[in-house]
RNA sequence: GCCGCUAUCGUCUAACGGUUAGGACACAGGAUUCUCAAUCCUGCAAUCGGGGUUCGAUUCCCCGUAGCGGUACCA
């Protein structure tokens, strides 16, 4: 045991650079001039290069949270961990989140800059700090330094899964928790590294109660582990910034992934250490997948929808997927969105004790089927701007195609969208591409014709087109047009339907398409009677 | 292994201790002057198992089972 005195020789012997005092730091974050209901809320990212849809998610829930209680949002960046970090990182999140709509009052807006008073908003900038509260925690004896190797550790862990003991840093197997001053200052003249880990003064055979905003009220073990705080190569662990970062920056509540969940007694030990006030918990449960019958984590390795890049890249309507997402978080969205249809999404008031406490299953279905709701809801010049937007970044041909012919196109985009009866095939945007190669002479040039001959022999097929290019008027209204396919089915003695497939395979190369008045109003008198010609040639 | 959380149709979920257990997506069938999409109608489909408490349990309690999370000098 160290006496006190010996305790304060140790901080000053550990972190002899350190003269600030934890209340020196706390000058520089004033207390925030905010209403009592306001939530300040953080979501924290690692930069791994890798934009997980559960981020969006999360980082979602904080925004809007912050947003209709009139608080604020902070995006701070998590990088401590400087094996898993990835150049550009940075960018990736705050791209990332923004390419959804999900921007935040605080913290980081591009790859160094962060706004507001409350920062650094980048954890590897905020390591002076870390060091005053952990120098704080030394001289008190309430952190100490310890040389335990991986290899001793690794060995510690074996010895107790022999025994079948719980495995980790606590009690006894915390070698350096009560070392003298002499053994510690022979370990540090060797040059040898340490980490500073926290002196744990809690019991497993305690409990304790509290109330998790999302979960409610559970019953958790105390803490008893010495945890990190400060590695050896000098950054903090989460544990150690969690509680010094959200207290400076003045977060009033700390909602963050169900993965955390386990750790909450540790913090609970570490804010009373520091003796800062407790900030309530919401763990929000991960976004899952199902597989063999099984529910599990969406992972980043196995799922290529687990990346935002998957909905980017093809295009996915940003609301659509802000949509399916609240619909997760809350599901009585969806019964607002039907009787809200007018309104912005931003009216909906999320409620976070109504969060799902077992993780929902990731359904790209419904998704799709949300997206497919919203792009009918849009008209054919908002379709245009975005699929052109979207072209421009993921289909230089298609946009090239657009760019050229805006009017025409926005003509394709506005069939079977007026009206009552709106066409509800484009999930995404990349769709478009697929619906404007029919109007378009070289790729419906390219295109594969659908054979038909075993539903419409090839000799009516001939009669079908003869005789309708001569009867064809590209200014009959929608009953001429059936008029003439009515009458033209009772002379060859066929199905109007049959009629109809023989012209939309001429016309389309397809069996499926939208309307086809429609399309042929669009495409124009010349392109009609071309491909008619040309079809029956083909014949 | 240990610790914790969770459990309603295939999926997301609703139901003061009293409901024919509701809705949406998906799926199947039918209707719609042409295919598909859409729309409308119809149908299919669930309280994990076992004990309690209670007149009565999806709801409260216990046990089991399963799933998830944690068990790091990762977040």
């Known amino acids: 045991m160290r006496t006190n005195e010996e305790n304060v020789e140790l901080a000053n012997l550990l972190f002899p650079d350190v003269t600030d005092t934890v209340d020196d730091i706390f000058s520089k974050y004033p207390k925030r001039n905010i209403p009592d209901e306001a939530m300040v809320l953080r979501f924290a990212p690692s930069p791994t290069g890798f934009m997980h849809i559960g981020n969006v998610y999360t980082g979602l829930i904080c925004t809007r949270l912050a947003k209709q209680s009139n608080g604020i949002s902070i995006l701070r960046i998590e990088d401590t961990d400087k094996e898993r970090e990835v150049e550009k990182g940075v960018s990736m999140i705050v791209n990332g989140l923004r390419g959804f709509g999900v921007v935040f009052d605080e913290g980081m807006v591009d790859e160094e800059v962060g706004v507001g008073a409350y920062g650094p908003y980048i954890q590897s900038q905020r390591l002076e700090i870390y060091k005053v509260f952990a120098k704080q925690m030394v001289s008190k004896g309430l952190a100490y330094p310890c040389f335990l190797t991986l290899d001793e550790l690794e060995n510690i862990r074996e010895e107790q899964e022999k025994s079948s003991l719980r495995t980790g840093c606590y009690g006894k197997w915390a070698k350096w928790r009560d070392a003298s001053l002499s053994e510690i200052k022979e370990r540090l003249e060797k040059k040898e590294k340490f980490v500073i880990r926290l002196y744990s003064t809690g019991n497993i055979e305690n409990s304790f109660a509290m109330k998790d905003l999302v979960k409610g009220g559970v019953t958790l073990r105390e803490n008893d582990m010495d945890a990190v705080l400060i590695k050896s190569d000098g950054f903090p662990t989460y544990h150690f910034a969690h509680p010094i970062d959200d207290t400076l920056m003045g977060i009033t509540h700390v909602i963050r992934g169900d993965e955390w969940f386990s750790s909450v007694p540790l913090h609970y030990e570490l804010f009373e250490k520091l003796d800062f006030k407790q900030l309530p918990y919401g763990h929000v449960s991960p976004l899952m997948k199902s597989e063999e019958g099984k529910k599990r984590k969406l992972s980043k390795r196995k799922d290529p929808e687990a990346a935002v890049s998957y909905y980017v890249e093809r295009g996915y309507p940003k609301e659509g997927v802000l949509e399916y997402l609240l619909n997760i978080a809350n599901s009585n969205f969806y019964d607002w969105r039907v009787q809200n ?42 379709v245009y701007e975005r699929v052109l937007e979207w072209a421009l970044s993921f289909d230089t041909d298609t946009a090239k195609v657009l760019e050229e012919n805006k009017d025409y196109c926005i003509k394709i985009f506005n069939i079977e969208r007026e009206g009552s009866k709106v066409r509800k095939d484009m999930v995404k945007y990349q769709d478009a591409k697929d619906l404007l190669s029919i109007f378009f002479n070289s790729t419906f040039a390219e295109s594969e014709v659908e054979d038909i001959s075993d539903r419409v022999d090839k000799n009516l097929q001939e009669k079908i087109v003869e005789e309708y290019t001569k009867i064809f008027d590209i200014a009959d209204n929608l009953d001429m047009w059936f008029g003439k396919i009515k009458n033209l089915a009772e002379k060859l003695e066929c199905k109007p339907g049959d009629v109809a497939m023989v012209l939309r395979v001429a016309l389309t190369h397809r069996t499926k398409t939208p309307d086809l008045y429609q399309i042929v109003q669009v495409m124009g008198n010349n392109i009609v009677e071309e491909r008619l010609e040309a079809y029956a040639k083909s014949l």
């Open 341 to 382: 249809k007018e309104r912005s999404l931003d009216e909906f008031r999320l409620r976070i004790e109504k969060f799902n406490n077992a993780g929902a299953l990731f359904d790209i279905t419904k998704l799709n089927d949300i997206c497919k709701e919203y792009i009918a809801t849009l008209s054919a010049e908002e």
